[in-house]
């Protein structure tokens, strides 16, 4: 996984709650258990007609956000089936960060497992970077180190992470290479026993 320390990106303002993972992925694209290529099926069935072809009233659809690796949405993000395609098909897209007042408990987990970012700011907060976002081509920086968001026009908020999840997203760890992390102390107890 790539390791985020700092990451500055165009954000995507998607103003609704209780997004569950059917809606960012829906099941008939569960067919594949490699993580690569489920971007082009995120939100399918918001984005695209029954015959495949773009929605111009949907919001992701709208060139101006093209490029977006921050995406904002309302409370109770990723809720639903614990799906792991979810954060997969998030990340495909681009997205490398998410920030929502709330976030479904295995989902979130789900994306610090997958290399995304998933931030909770107050609602006030969100709603906030949303207007801004809806608006303008709109940018924030999400350093990671200092736990903080900020878009150079005076918005700045600080986020909490558990300290396992951030040592494995700075470092670009899976719980695998956590686990390789005692590759010497394993071979030793294997050895001894």
């Known amino acids: ?34 993580r690569q290529g489920f971007g082009k099926f995120l939100f399918y069935n918001w984005r695209f007609t029954e015959d495949g072809n ?22 109770n993000f990723g809720c639903g089936s614990s799906r792991e395609h979810a954060p997969w098909a998030l990340q495909d897209y681009g997205f490398k960060v998410i920030i929502a007042p709330s976030f479904a408990d295995i ?56 300290n396992y999840q951030k040592e494995m997203l700075l470092n670009g760890w899976d719980e695998i290479a956590v686990t390789l992390t005692h590759e010497e102390d394993i071979a030793n107890y294997e050895s001894a026993h």
């Open 54 to 75: 773009e929605k111009p009233d949907f919001s992701l659809n709208d060139k101006k956000y093209s490029g977006a690796s921050v995406l904002l949405a309302g409370e």
């Open 107 to 162: 989902f979130y987990n789900n994306c610090t497992k997958n290399g995304i970012l998933p931030i909770r700011l107050k609602e006030k907060e969100t709603a906030e970077l949303i207007k801004k976002a809806e608006q303008q081509r709109y940018f924030l920086t999400v350093d990671l180190e200092k736990q903080l968001v900020s878009d150079g026009q005076g918005f700045q908020a600080t986020f909490e992470l558990p």
């Open 1 to 34: 996984m790539e390791p985020i320390k700092k990451h500055e990106g165009l954000v995507y303002p998607l103003n609704r709650a209780n997004i569950d993972t059917d809606q960012i992925i829906p099941k008939q694209f569960l067919k594949r258990i490699e």
